[in-house]
């Protein structure tokens, strides 16, 4: 998909949202939704999404959900960092396919990244989700 598009209800995020499928869960406030990435490139790679949005990327997305969205993007950053102690993270964002984009409703990703440890492929090789359930729980611990 391009960036011209029409919002699809049907999309994972969506339903994710609306309880319609599983996720695991990091934070959430009357804006954002925060969960693991089930296809992580990095231990502890989380996404925020935007509750209340049928933006599919960042252009489409209203002024006013920019600035709770990065809050929120933010504040689960800081609780990676706090929980996880990486060297770095990567916080990123696709708009399109060409770009990366696989899933068409609005989400950032905040990837930790340590010395010496390579990224992994983007979307590629499930997660354990006990493991996963672990790592929400330490990062979630770590909400300020
Ligand atoms: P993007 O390629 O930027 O659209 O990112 C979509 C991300 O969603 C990828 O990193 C996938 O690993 C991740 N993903 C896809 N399906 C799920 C799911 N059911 N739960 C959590 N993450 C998912």
């Known amino acids: 998909m391009s960036l011209d598009g029409t919002y699809d209800p049907g999309n994972i995020f969506a ?22 990435d089930v296809f992580p490139q990095a231990r502890g790679h989380t996404l925020v999404i935007p509750k209340h949005s049928t933006a599919r990327n960042f252009l489409e997305e209203t002024p006013e959900n920019i600035g709770p969205l990065m ?4 504040r689960v950053a800081k609780a990676v960092r706090a929980a996880l102690n990486p060297d770095g993270i990567v916080i990123t964002q696709f708009n399109g396919s060409p770009a990366g984009q696989t899933v068409y409703h609005l989400h950032v990703h905040i990837i930790p990244r340590w010395e010496g440890v390579a990224l992994g492929r983007h979307g590629e090789g499930m997660a354990d989700v006990e ?6 729980a330490q990062i979630s611990a770590k909400i300020a």
């Open 131 to 136: 493991e996963l359930k672990g790592l929400a």
């Open 71 to 74: 809050e929120g993007v933010q």
């Open 15 to 36: 339903r994710i949202l609306r309880g319609e499928m599983p996720s695991v869960r990091v934070f959430e406030d009357d804006h954002v939704l925060a969960f693991m």
